[in-house]
């Protein structure tokens, strides 16, 4: 109930603080008799981790993961699968100075409210670190799926408003910030590069799609298959906003235009993003969602104490002038638990 | 698990199709002591129903509820909370020429699917006349924000292409599109009516702010206070989108302009829409959503019959040109049992 | 959470006071599919139902049961099946005497320190009213069960120190205490009547057996089989305690003797009840409960009212002088609910 | 929902084998403040671990547990709390002649069932190894408890048919059985010595009570006191009946001597067990649990394999010949986690 747990049958309950002894999750509920390929995983791992690019931040995590439990011989073997990674190149000491104060834009001020002590080390529990188990956890999940003939990918689209034109996905993982559109990559990378060097930060819009994915996925009313992944977009640090298909676009569409005709061999265009009613349709899912720019800059903010006075304040430290190209990995790997979860519930649909 | 369960603390369980006996609810965990207002409740439902304007739909049904339990001489007693709604204005044989086809646009494939078997009439359960039931349940939440000094508001903001510029809230339910802007009611309600002549349908954009929610309430990692409501928005039938704060626009904003700076009279800004990683910072939450234009339109359309046979089909019946204003109450609704739920579960945060 | 909820997958939800309008449920997670008979429903019910012999309670409440949504036109639709019981033959004037003070042996006092409030009448709440629906759920899920070739009976095997030797268990509906011997039945019946005359109550114990539930039920850890029905049998009122297979008999075992052997044609004895490490092994699951004495009698007992002054009570209305005969569909219920979900969540095991 | 978790606001999830990596949990929902004292978890994990007496285990595994999260400088921060124990002193070996076949007493057929693969080393997940990670998180609920001034305490009350009669609960830990009654402790050590010499072992029961739980803990209906401590008693491996108060003798008591009258200075006797209608009462909460023999014992047992062959087995390795005494401070823990919850949950009943 506390937030740290996500998913009924496929459920994964991550935990750690980005400068303490280490992070982890529990998935429970992976269905014996997957193959596992931990390689996978931490191929995931290694495109979410720091120090991966010129464009991200310099910390240097090697993020190496240890499963703790759930397989053997190499097989899942229905109980709850944990997994471990130990934290190493952390500057807690980077902290010392904010250890008082609110920093802008971040979790600081709502953590102290509610709990009354905050881990003020690198944000705690609220740091973006805790998406490492997300990915990992999301790893697993891609390869139940996987079995199933259902793949899913993101990309960015717009990045410090530079925009993706045309897409070629084979590319994604080409260019360094995981543009849709190569063409476009450059350009991204200088609007990055312009803003860090203005002590500054950008955001941008990822796009994600799922291929292959039944129609009958999703449960009705409150536990629409979007309303899943929506919960599990915004549950992602930085994230502001979700569509889905034609999304915002549709307010202004009319009915005769927003509905995609249904002919023998299938839908006839997409605006539903595959999910009419809340239950897939069988065309791929597809959704966006917007990315705010980096809160953590190293210029002056201005913001309070716990005591409430006036502070200036300089978030120094190793921080990423976009996020968007790392949360890329973590964008799919919510998806994936998202589709895990309802691909099992969706057997108990019938007699 | 199945999707008809909203919540944990303030947990609501909904029943019933549209063409079926009745609709209905259950409130598990409405706390002991509230001197509940019957007539708040239906002053909401009637908000929302049918027939109560030129641009919704003609159907007419009272939506008269009966409250079945949980309180006793006007007080909640702390236990199960159920309320009833029968079904009356039901014109079932209007959907006869449906009963092998499915509507573009709407559940119909997906349930078919998922389940062998659905339906349809008016929908069946994935009909927006479930909604009914989220009001209802919607208008016990408020009156235990209302204890707290939590208030909130719904308005259109966008229809048919007509935005609202000058936001005048005290105006909202002086319209029967629900503008925040009156001035362009007459605008939107003109949007609806030349699309309808048309025998289209149009969509638009709600907002809706909380007002007094106390910081700390959300929980952290999976359940932040904005992915709950993302949750809880896209649950609405029709809707498409969800965006908090700066939203989407937030992805091309510079993280100087984007974050709020802090003073000791409070936030300066509220691009974050009231919550920052994923609990409320004590400002006003704002979130805006997209809804898609009305999918059943009375001009034909292609699809095909549980044969995989295309079809020509034209959905008669009494719908609503345009669905927002009557989502105004139930965008309000969702809000606050979220909002409930998060306050009930905040209770458990500290010693 | 509050506790008016029971399952995961095949999850009921229960609403109504004894003295209130209606008593209910929701059931969400019944698969698509089920020729629902609903003269078995209310067969169940009148199994339960008070007024059906001369050691039951005189009240007459017909309890006939209406089903407001979850199927069509026979067969289940996959969606939120609820079913409704108006109440009828209510004498609350009754209880007006007991409206400040606490009834022995009744949940009155902790309801009071819990809500502050109670429902008097009858209990509210508390009642074993609510039982009816825990019934009627009980009865679609045993149709779930009977589709996959599992069947299950509960019997009285003791009752006023009165205990079943041979057991019949086709005549355990033929004699009015349900007995499972009934040869000893009128010794059971002569025990209430005895103990009514004399103004008090007796208890008794019953079991209950499941048979054909196929191997592999039940989840690991801390969802067992057997902890799922033990929380099941707790959780109806009286009911003191639950044992499986040898019980606490097997507390004085030897491990040889304790331990069922394998042989190539099954299990050659039943000590486990069905259950090893939590999970079915596909021999009958057996396991009895105690029911305390009902707490109604009409003698005088010392209690307090709310404000802590002694006083003394005597309980009038209209009381059965013993519970277990009534109680038997209530334990195969309960039963019957847990093996459904178990089953439909079984589903999700492997891949 | 696969097992691994337990409870709702205070909720624990485990994982490990008994032969794999490690065993661990993780707790979500441990309210901020509590300076928690880690000698005291590893004082529970102690009075568990295998190798502490002449009547345990020769296995000698020192548990010692790492905290990895939600605590930082010694006080808990309201994240989740993670706790580790890496495995050591494993015989991996000695399960090796186990491999293929079920041994009688023992989950492995029903894991076989359920999953098609099994962890054959020590039973993996089925191993009473898990309990060690229920200590751990119990001695964490412990600590809340205690803040509220709940104390709990568990003792043997029979072991291998010898039976405490005079209480001195100051002396159960001074004594390797924990009997409540050290006069009889000698004649328990002496009849688990006998059934180990003859390659056999014992069974007995445990009570358990707790002091200081105020009234009004536990949910209605479903979620009674009573069920969830059923729950998690029957949760535990090896035990096979609860009892609360009277037990088992209530069925044969009258409900005039069964109830307990209520007076100014509060309840004049305990049959209810501290529990009415699922709700405390402000009395001691007192139940017993009985505990079936060891299952694996180094004499001849009949069997088969995976194959269905007739297979004689001997199940040598390191048993516990009573698992009694080191169960007690298992059933505290699960007491523990439970009266957590319902604390937690308490708090949302009212306004």
């Not at 014996?32 to 995983?41: E, F, K, P, S, Y």
């Not at 260019?175 to 476009?184: C, F, G, K, Q, T």
């Not at 953590?296 to 716990?306: G, N, R, V, Y």
Request: glycine share 12%; charged share 20%.
């Amino acid at each position: 109930m506390s937030g740290n747990t996500f998913g009924h049958l496929f459920r994964v309950t991550t935990f750690g603080e980005s400068h303490g002894v280490a992070i982890g999750c529990v998935i429970d509920g992976v269905p014996a008799g997957i193959r596992l390929d931990t390689a996978q995983i931490q191929h995931d791992l290694d495109r979410r981790r720091p120090g991966q690019s010129k464009v991200s931040t310099m910390r240097n995590e090697s993020d190496s993961v240890e499963i703790l439990s759930g397989v053997m011989a190499g097989v899942t073997t229905g109980t709850a699968l944990a997994m471990l990674i130990r934290n190493s190149d952390q500057h807690s000491s980077d902290y010392e100075n904010l250890s008082h104060c609110f920093r802008p834009g971040h979790a600081d001020y709502g953590y102290f409210k509610k709990y009354g002590i905050r881990d003020y080390r690198g944000g705690g529990r609220s740091s973006g670190r805790e998406t490492a188990m997300r990915v990992a956890a999301g790893a697993v999940a891609k390869q139940l799926l996987a079995f199933y003939g259902i793949s899913l990918q993101a990309y960015s689209i717009r990045i410090g408003g530079v925009s993706a034109k045309n897409f070629d996905l084979s590319q994604v993982e080409s260019n360094i910030v995981r543009s849709a559109d190569p063409e476009v990559a450059d350009a991204m990378i200088a609007a990055i590069r312009t803003a860090q060097s203005e002590l500054d930060s950008v955001g941008g819009i990822i796009e994600c799609r799922a291929d292959g994915v039944p129609a009958g996925l999703g449960e009705v009313v409150f536990d629409k298959l979007d309303a899943l992944i929506a919960h599990a977009m915004l549950s992602i640090g930085g994230i502001k906003g979700v569509e889905f298909g034609a999304g915002f676009a549709a307010a202004d569409l009319r009915g005769k235009n927003n509905n995609d005709p249904i002919t023998p061999g299938g839908f006839s265009s997409n605006n539903a993003g595959g999910i009419l009613g809340g239950i897939s349709t069988g065309q791929p899912i597809v959704f966006r969602v917007a990315m705010k720019p980096t809160s953590s800059i190293a210029q002056e903010q201005q913001t309070i104490d716990e005591n409430g006075n006036a502070v200036t304040l300089c978030v120094h430290g190793r921080h990423d002038p976009c996020l968007v190209p790392r949360a890329v990995p973590v964008v799919e790997a919510m998806t994936a638990l998202v589709l895990a979860d309802m691909l099992l519930q969706n057997r108990a649909s019938r007699l």
